[in-house]
């Protein structure tokens, strides 16, 4: 079974120091790893794919197969950063033919940046 | 906003009425997804569609059923909402062809079961 474990419930920070969300996960094959931000009761939004390596709104992640980690990172917070943060997980398709058979969702990190 | 929409976008319903909840792209996409989003739970998938008329379940699908006639609407039924089943409910759609498992979401449907 496909697991993702976010440790912290919430997270506060000053403005401008660094920032780290923590993600971990638990899958067998080699997963797709994600990371979306929900500001306050709006839509999900994709911040990050591991795959495609890019840098959104100065936030990085990097995928650690050996650790099994996928950190969410900015090197200084900013006010408008404050959201809720989710980390996902896409295994490999059961189906012949692939696609995909929905995320898994760790439980989500309130991040507070205080001024 | 990748042409997602949900109707209704709040609801409130009382225990053993049956709720059906719809959402409609314009972006003829193959897969469609139902989640449901809940304090210290975070989002947990339902059921979703491969196709019209292929679905399958997910992780928290006692209760709920689905539907998929055409490709632009994905319809959620509670056949008899109870208390439980007060959440806010995201439908997604998958990205496009070649990144499949990036989805993007609708902006939610509130819904509480009295």
């Known amino acids: 079974a496909q697991r993702v474990t976010q440790p912290e419930k919430l997270l506060s920070v000053f403005k401008g120091a660094p920032v780290e969300l923590k993600c971990n996960y638990s899958?067998?094959?080699?997963?797709?790893l994600f990371w979306y931000v929900q500001y306050s009761r709006q839509r999900l939004q994709l911040l990050l794919r591991?795959?495609s390596r890019e840098s959104i709104k100065g936030f990085t992640a990097d995928l650690n197969k050996g650790e099994t980690s996928f950190h969410l990172k900015k090197p200084f917070a900013q006010e408008e950063d404050s959201a809720m943060y989710y980390c996902?997980?896409?295994?490999?398709?059961?189906?012949?033919?692939?696609?995909?058979?929905?995320?898994?969702f760790g439980k989500g990190t309130h991040l507070i940046i205080q001024p | 906003d990748a042409g997602i929409t949900q109707s209704p976008r709040h609801k409130v319903t009382e225990t053993g009425t049956p709720v059906t909840l719809r959402c409609h792209q314009t972006?003829?996409?193959?897969?469609m997804y139902w989640y449901r989003q809940d304090p210290g739970h975070g989002l947990r998938l339902i059921h979703y569609?491969?196709?019209?008329?292929?679905?399958d379940k997910g992780e928290v699908s006692d209760g709920y059923s689905v539907s998929r006639s055409k490709t632009e609407d994905f319809l959620l039924t509670l056949e008899s909402a109870t208390s439980s089943q007060t959440s806010v409910y995201f439908c997604?759609?998958?990205?496009?062809?070649?990144?499949?498992?990036?989805?993007?979401f609708g902006p939610g449907t509130r819904l509480t079961v009295l």
């Open positions: 996902a997980l896409s295994g490999q398709s059961t189906r012949l033919g692939g696609g995909a058979d929905g995320l898994t």
């Open positions: 899958y067998s094959g080699s997963p797709e």
């Open positions: 972006e003829n996409h193959r897969y």
């Open positions: 997604a759609i998958d990205g496009a062809s070649g990144t499949p498992d990036t989805q993007y």
């Open positions: 591991h795959i």
């Open positions: 569609s491969y196709g019209v008329k292929d679905t």
